[in-house]
């Protein structure tokens, strides 16, 4: 499994859209700015057919330590939960679907085939 980083996002948006890399970096960082902000103001953020983020408070507990079996008190904390929305569950659910390549790993269709059409 790879992971994509937000240089190797930006690079593939910027290719695709014939922009310089520094505006659509400036793009990308600017969205996930305004995303943070937004959650941490406490509010929910919505992208149809992709996904919904928001902050779930979480309630103090005490866990045990598994090595010295000793109790440990955990503080109340916010976390962000993501619900993934149902387009984005069709598409990774087909993809899961597609023939397994080389240790078992779903075989992404090529690059050439998810670009958009050339331009006349």
Known sequence: MATLTKKELTDRIA?????????????????FAELTAELARGNRVEFRDFGVFETRLRKARTAQNPRTLQRVPV??????????????KQTVQKALAAPR????RAVAPSAASQ???PSP
């Open 15 to 31: 290719d695709a859209m014939k922009q310089r890399r520094a505006l659509v970096r400036d793009i990308v960082q600017r969205f």
């Open 115 to 117: 670009a958009p059409p």
């Open 101 to 104: 390549g080389k240790g078992g």
């Open 75 to 88: 503080p109340v904390k916010c976390a962000v939960k993501f619900k993934a929305g149902r387009l984005m």
